[in-house]
Nanobody, 119 residues
Framework: QVQLVESGGGLVQAGGSLRLSCAARGLIGSINTMGWYRQGPGKQRELVATITSGGRTNYADSVQGRFTISRDNAKNTVYLQMNSLQPEDTAVYYC?????????????WGQGTQVTVSS
């Protein structure tokens, strides 16, 4: 099993910045891709950004150029630097980890951290 512990959410004014962190604990060797998803009020959960163990990144169009995902493999931690935040970025942000155990795919979620952007 893998536990994902998130931190860094909060309230910020439009145009401001926040940095989210997610530390993975447990069977880390089973994990390849880590990332962030978010779920806004009345919306479905959506991809924000992902990063592989090799450093390959993928971003949602809505955050491209404003958000940066990074990863410290030595600390088993993934970060999301969010700049130029807008009210539409308001959501619960969930850390995600994906990989495999043997031939079986595995996926884990954090508990979520609230990000609120005021106009």
């Amino acid at each position: 099993q893998v536990q994902l512990v998130e931190s860094g959410g909060g309230l910020v004014q439009a145009g401001g910045s926040l940095r989210l962190s997610c530390a993975a604990r447990g069977l880390i060797g089973s994990i390849n891709t880590m990332g962030w998803y978010r779920q806004g009020p009345g919306k479905q959960r959506e991809l924000v950004a992902t990063i592989t163990s090799g450093g390959r990144t993928n971003y949602a169009d809505s955050v491209q150029g404003r958000f940066t995902i990074s990863r410290d493999n030595a600390k088993n931690t993934v970060y999301l630097q969010m700049n130029s935040l807008q009210p539409e970025d308001t959501a619960v942000y969930y850390c995600n980890a994906q990989g495999s155990r043997g031939f079986l795919p595995v996926m884990y979620w954090g508990q979520g951290t609230q990000v609120t952007v005021s106009s």
